[in-house]
């Protein structure tokens, strides 16, 4: 599941962009109870990709949703990337839950202006290691495709891959920078109507994958917990993909099939 949480913020009208604008500065309580249903919801997913997450700090009454979320939906394993860092104040990060442990975590922040960026996660060894990309790509098309450009070198030598999140832009957008399509054995899904929540008319959010990894289902979540909709996906695996992952964890067994994100 790929989710842009908006700091668990609910919003439901443009203009509620206004008149909820100051609950990304100050805590609120109806935000516990929001988080607490969110983790529910993540309790049926094995990877959950979280883009506007807060790591801990005044507005979110000093609770890191990365690590609450992760308890609430019995997440084993996760992992936190803070790209705007302004102290007590706000955490601004993005995040990944997992049932199963990551070889190998790495950062990376995004050309252009700070305050973006990605996580690679590698599950598995060797050649047929899964790799996930955890992304949340700026607002401004000539930005955006720096940043493309930057992901492509990064999953270009690589075989099995789920990039997942909020990229600020459609398929037809994404399809105008041909260095990332072209160069990548990557392939965008369905393209699912996931923003604004509460009358979603643009595919913002996405799953691409590898075409060596199968697409059993896809869908977005009718949830109001944030700006945007979550979507999802039942992913079926190779079996060499699956033993990999298998022989670097003896938390599935028998090997992975299939992966729910």
């Not at 206004?18 to 935000?31: D, E, I, S």
């Not at 975590?105 to 598995?124: D, K, M, Q, T, Y």
């Not at 999802?232 to 003896?250: F, H, N, Q, R």
Request: glycine fraction near 6%; charged fraction near 20%.
């Amino acid at each position: 599941m790929t989710f842009n949480l908006q700091v668990g913020i609910s919003t439901r009208a443009y203009y509620q962009y206004l008149t909820n604008g100051w609950q990304h500065f100050l805590p609120n309580a109806k935000r516990s109870k929001r988080l607490e249903l969110i983790g529910e919801l993540l309790r049926g997913y094995d990877l959950v990709a979280l883009q506007e997450v807060d790591g801990g700090s005044f507005r979110s009454g000093n609770i890191n949703q990365i690590d609450y979320l992760a308890g609430r939906a019995d997440m084993p394993y996760r992992f936190q990337q803070l790209n705007r860092n302004l102290g007590r104040l706000a955490q601004h990060s993005n995040g990944l839950l997992c049932r199963l442990p990551a070889a190998r975590v790495e950062n990376h922040r995004l050309p252009g202006p700070p305050g973006r960026g990605a996580i690679h996660a590698r599950f598995g060894i060797g050649d047929d290691a899964l790799h996930v990309f955890v992304a949340h790509l700026a607002l401004g098309a000539k930005t955006q495709a720096r940043q493309l450009d930057y992901l492509s070198e990064l999953i270009s030598p690589l075989r099995h891959v789920v990039l997942m999140g909020d990229l600020n832009c459609t398929v037809e957008q994404m399809r105008k920078h041909p260095r990332f399509f072209e160069s990548l054995d990557l392939q965008p899904l369905e393209a699912l109507l996931s923003y604004p929540a509460w009358q979603p008319k643009r595919a913002l959010d996405h799953i691409l994958i590898s075409s060596t990894l199968t697409v059993r289902q896809y869908s977005v979540l009718d949830q109001l917990f944030s700006d945007h909709l979550p979507v999802a996906a039942e992913i079926e695996l190779p079996e060499a993909c699956a033993v990999a992952l298998d022989e670097a964890s003896d938390i599935w067994i028998p090997p992975p099939k299939t992966v729910l994100v």
